[in-house]
């Protein structure tokens, strides 16, 4: 009910936001709530507005940034060591590169979250939907499936392909062709590692 609740009111400032923002070509649609809050709030709502904003976004940040660096040195790489130090270092790495990406994609917040969101679709839906059902995947596979999968998300989107057909598909796709092909050439006797 939360969420309903949550959802409900979000769509509702989507849409007041519509009516009462003009909507210029240079119009930054990110910008719609703070914009609304200046326009019809006074100076102290406007604050608690704006830091309500900045606090959901840094708690997100943080959050995402630390599931990053404990996936590296806990899941991609589990026979290494990873002290206090190395742990640190792999935030800081971590940290660097999202912030390198924030800097100098072109695109505007909402759309690298789409094409985050597409990766990781079309990285583990394949993967997932065939364990579901209990089909045989060897490690080999299953990592080729999940590269493909992201990779072709990346080019769909960089060719521009995505005006005529969302790059989730095509992403999907390819994860499940390369499972074919690579149990056609024989290469899933050992199941996924769980």
């Known amino acids: ?11 509702g400032v989507g849409m007041v936001a519509r009516l009462l923002v003009p909507a210029g070509s ?3 649609a990110e910008l719609a709530l703070p914009t609304m809050a200046v326009t019809l709030l006074p100076s102290f709502l406007v604050g608690l507005i704006l830091a309500g904003l900045f606090a959901a976004t840094m708690s997100t940040a943080d959050s995402q ?7 590296i040195t806990r899941d ?29 994609a072109p695109q505007n917040v909402f ?9 990781l679709g079309s990285a583990f839906t394949p993967l997932i939907t065939l364990l579901s059902f209990k089909k045989r995947v060897s490690d080999k596979t299953a990592i080729v499936m999940m590269l493909t999968g992201l990779v072709t998300v990346v080019l769909w989107r960089h060719f521009g ?32 590692s769980e």
């Open 26 to 28: 240079g119009f930054d």
């Open 76 to 104: 991609l790489l589990p026979n290494k060591k990873f002290g206090l130090t190395g742990t640190k270092i792999t935030t800081i790495l971590v940290t660097a590169i999202a912030l390198l990406i924030a800097l100098i």
């Open 1 to 11: 009910l939360w969420f309903i609740s949550f959802y409900a009111i979000t769509i």
């Open 111 to 119: 759309q690298l979250v789409l094409i985050a969101w597409s990766g």
């Open 161 to 192: 392909l995505n005006s005529f057909i969302y790059e989730v598909f095509p992403g999907i796709l390819s994860g499940f062709i390369v499972y074919g092909v690579m149990s056609v050439m024989g290469l899933n006797r050992r199941r996924v």
């Open 65 to 71: 940034i630390l599931s990053c660096s404990a996936a």
